[in-house]
């Protein structure tokens, strides 16, 4: 294969803008195929023509709720259709749509979190699972958080959730082994829309925080996700690889 095709073929979720699209466009870059999802289909539509940079048939959208069971046997169909293959899942989808203490939360936004963030990453692993990486191998990463490593007040159910993203790879990890290798990803703070209730308008002193003086931008978890799902990880499995900038650091002081 020459370095403008890799040969291999990517499912990320999430895709259309932040984490999601910066990891799309380190997999693009290397020569992968790409699969992308999101909700807004006018948005998922301007990011794929974006990452696919006049070649439409390196990069297929596909609009629909990271929930939905229809959508995601949509999305594995049409991947395998347009590309015969899936080699790599990113779990990129999440949602956290409330802010404030975790013993005050309703507990049908839980269940909305839980179903968006970790219930359809299990669905999308099982999936590629059975449509190719059962028979033929690849890897998996899951987007984790930092806030599932520790309490995170405030946005509980979502830390929560991403503690279970953590398990999940383990899981998988150990069940899909020796042909399928599942790791995660835990970022603190990026510079995404998603993130930017927690630094905008006090940048500096979100920034504070952080040895080594920035906030993180896509770009930082999207090479972090191409070194796993490359050979140059064909022996790591099982592993959360934190990128945070250096702030759990801070965390004995």
Not at 21 to 47: C, P, S
Not at 181 to 199: D, E, G
Not at 224 to 249: C, H
């Amino acid at each position: 294969m020459t370095a403008q095709d890799s040969g291999k073929v990517a499912l990320v979720t999430g895709a259309s803008r932040g984490i999601g699209y910066g990891i799309a466009e380190a997999l693009v870059a290397r020569g992968d195929r790409v699969v992308i999802t999101g909700r807004d289909e006018d948005n998922l539509k301007r990011a794929a023509e974006a990452l696919s940079a006049g070649r439409p048939d390196r990069v297929l959208a596909v609009a629909g709720k990271a929930h939905d069971e229809a959508h995601q046997a949509a999305v594995v169909e049409r991947a395998m259709d347009a590309f015969g293959r899936i080699d790599h899942l990113v779990n990129n989808a999440g949602t956290n749509p409330v802010f404030g203490p975790i013993a005050e939360l309703d507990l049908s936004v839980a269940r909305k979190v839980f179903e968006t963030n970790v219930i359809s990453a299990l669905s999308f692993a099982q999936r590629t699972w059975r449509a190719w990486q059962k028979e033929n191998g690849g890897a998996i990463v899951n987007i984790a958080s930092v806030a599932g490593l520790g309490a995170s007040p405030f946005v509980g159910a979502y830390g929560i959730s991403k503690a279970a993203m953590v398990n999940l790879s383990l899981q998988l990890a150990h069940e899909m082994a020796p042909g399928v290798r599942v790791n995660s990803i835990a970022p603190a703070v990026v510079k995404t829309k998603f993130a930017a209730a927690l630094y905008e308008g006090r940048e500096a002193e979100a920034v504070a925080s952080y040895p080594l003086g920035r906030l993180g931008v896509p770009e930082d978890i999207g090479g972090a996700a191409a070194f796993l799902l490359s050979d140059a990880a064909a022996w790591i499995t099982g592993q959360t690889l934190v990128v945070d900038g250096g702030i759990l650091l801070n965390a004995g002081f």
